[in-house]
């Protein structure tokens, strides 16, 4: 959590590696950015240690943060996905970084229009970033608090930006790709993904 201190991030690092729990196989960060403020610094150092005890890295960044945060979460924390990540649309350069490194965005549109990061999903820009070549999925954040479901993420998406089945298509791809689930278990959730009709 963005509260706890460096020390505490840290120590918890320090006990996964020597836990070495199969099914832990990644560090988030979460909680409010604008509450907690810039945090990338204070936890540069746990991410450094989990990269080497060879969890995935993964970051709560650019929703309530500006696109500061995205930079943070990649140079500061090398971060290998990153969830909301939408506010990097304000700093084109970054968005061309994204896109260059291939670093996948779980982007949340019901969410984010529900807490005023944008007035619409018309305004969203997970659209943009698609078609900027930034690998982007959709998730639903909190579905019960938000009442929405992953089903009804795409289709009010698919409607606002015309998307068709075959965009659909990549963007469940994308989120596959960008999990950290078994190389197998990827490998039979795509196949399926394949043979699916809109």
């Known amino acids: 959590m963005r509260t706890q201190s460096a020390e505490d991030a840290i120590e918890l690092v320090e006990l996964l590696g020597r836990i070495r729990h199969p099914r832990v196989v990644a560090l ?37 943060s500006g696109p500061e945060g995205v930079r943070d979460a990649i140079e500061l924390l090398g971060a290998d996905r990153i969830d909301h990540g939408v506010r990097a649309i304000e700093e084109p350069a970054l968005v061309e970084l994204l896109a260059q490194r291939r670093i996948p965005l779980g982007v949340c549109p019901i969410s984010n229009v529900a807490l005023g990061v944008y007035r619409s999903l018309a305004e969203h820009p997970i659209d943009a970033l698609r078609k900027a070549g930034v690998p982007v999925s959709i998730n639903t954040d909190d579905p019960a608090l938000l009442d929405t479901t992953l089903e009804a993420s795409y289709a009010a998406c698919a ?40």
Request: glycine letters at 10%; hydrophobic letters at 45%; aromatic letters at 8%.
């Open 28 to 64: 988030s960060i979460d909680g409010n950015e604008a509450a907690a403020g810039r945090t990338g610094p204070r936890f540069a150092e746990a991410f450094r240690r989990a990269a080497a005890a060879g969890l995935r890295r993964t970051v709560h960044a650019g929703e309530s």
């Open 159 to 198: 409607d606002t930006f015309g998307w068709d089945g075959e965009i659909i298509r990549q963007l469940a791809a994308t989120s596959v790709h960008a999990s950290y689930a078994d190389p197998a278990l990827k490998a039979q959730i795509l196949a399926d993904l394949m043979v699916w009709r809109a």
